[in-house]
């Protein structure tokens, strides 16, 4: 710690430091950033800061899994919209890492099927493993017959191709149906969180058979 940060910490009491260290946090959060934003909520009267308390202590509990896809939902058990809604194609599941990736393509409003979250990918190093994957969850929708295609939307990064070959395996040892693969498009070693809507649409309306 440099001397203009120690002369910084002094004039600010454990309570307020102890606040930017929590929004330091939060990602693409800097310590400047996470000092005018810890400013900012303390010029908030109490019936604001009391709400924001509120809201992020129940967070957790108001905040549940969809069961089917494992996107986020508005209770436990309960479905997520995409997956309640009778307008959805119920015979193509999308598969992704996460839900940041869903809602990226959701925003550019051309797919209509459904999807589901692996909840990451394959990276040993770090201890992620296969059995860390809602891979069993997603053969269970697999099963009734329903599903005519699943499209592979992971990141185009080592760690998403590894996991994408290993999910092709793992589905064709188990269904006989039709595996496809986003379109080239998306740079190498992109995150799909990050690709802007007419992107993601070109990527899925020019999708490819896995092989």
């Not at 002369?7 to 930017?20: T, V």
């Not at 209770?75 to 599941?93: F, N, Q, T, Y």
């Not at 290993?166 to 269904?175: A, F, N, R, S, V």
Request: charged share 25%; hydrophobic share 40%.
């Amino acid at each position: 710690m440099d001397s203009r940060q120690e002369h910084s910490n002094e004039l600010y009491p454990d309570a307020f430091l102890m606040l930017i260290e929590l929004l330091r946090g939060l990602p693409g959060v800097g310590k400047r950033s996470a000092e005018r934003m810890a400013m900012q909520l303390y010029k908030w009267n109490d019936s604001r800061l009391s709400a924001l308390s509120t809201v992020l202590g129940e967070l957790h509990e108001r905040i549940g899994t969809c069961r089917e896809c494992g996107a986020m939902s508005s209770g436990k058990d309960a479905l997520c919209p995409v997956c309640a809604s009778p307008k959805r194609d119920r015979s193509v599941i999308c598969v992704v890492e996460d839900f940041t990736q869903l809602r990226t393509i959701e925003s550019g409003g051309t797919y209509r099927g459904l999807y589901h979250i692996l909840g990451g990918k394959l990276a040993p190093l770090e201890g992620r493993t296969a059995e860390s994957l809602a891979i069993p969850a997603l053969l269970k929708r697999l099963s009734d017959g329903t599903v005519t295609e699943v499209i592979l939307a992971l990141c185009p990064d080592v760690e998403g191709r590894a996991t994408e070959v290993y999910l092709t395996g793992i589905l064709k040892e188990h269904t006989n149906i039709r595996i496809s693969r986003l379109a080239q498009g998306l740079p190498a070693g992109a995150d799909i969180s990050f690709a802007d809507a007419a992107t993601i649409s070109a990527a899925l309306s020019g999708r490819r058979p896995v092989e």
